[in-house]
């Protein structure tokens, strides 16, 4: 949900009150086709790729999302968007690991941590963090390439079609958004930046 009053993104201080709108957090490149959406666009569940089909099956509609910056030498931090829902549309709940309980500061992402994800492909998986810090050149197909900065890149545990998917700790703590991999690894953007760049709020606790 939105930030709330008292809630600040640095230093990060979480917001208190009743959330006032409720969102689907996902990809810029799932939810607003690579900065090719507009705002209001239907997002669909299944996807249309999967069958989906609009209005039968749109959950919510475009809200926000943070352009990526396909210009050569230029750095992003997160390709992120969410689209606002309504109350009865969305769970809190991830299908396989329950709620999440809080979210880590980049700071205290560490080499080494048991990470876990549930996606659309690969379903429930876990991995270990082997990278932090890290800048990887992405390609989104038709001759585009992002550079990010600023990464996590963990040990295989993805495949197309996970993009989108939370990036947890064993014990539900939010570290990284999925949305790039190789048959090798799995690439995320470190959830603070997710969070301040969207300014929303993802979990009670900062950890």
Known sequence: YDLL??????????????????YVLSNNHVLANSNNANLGDAILQPGPYDGGTDPADRIATLSRFIPINFAAGAGNLVDAAIAEGEFHDLDREIYWNGCVRGWRRKQNV??????K????????????ITTINATINVSYGGGKVA????QIVTTNMSAGGDSGSLVMTLDNVAVGLLFAGSSTA?????????????RVEVAELIL
């Open 117 to 128: 994800k549930t996606g659309r492909t690969t379903n429930f998986t876990t991995g270990r």
């Open 147 to 150: 550079r990010l900065t600023d």
């Open 110 to 115: 560490s080499v080494g941590t048991l990470v």
């Open 186 to 198: 799995m690439i995320a953007n470190q959830i603070e930046n997710v969070r301040s760049l969207l």
């Open 5 to 22: 009053p008292g809630g600040s993104t640095n230093p990060p201080v979480h917001g208190v009150g009743i959330p006032p709108k409720y």
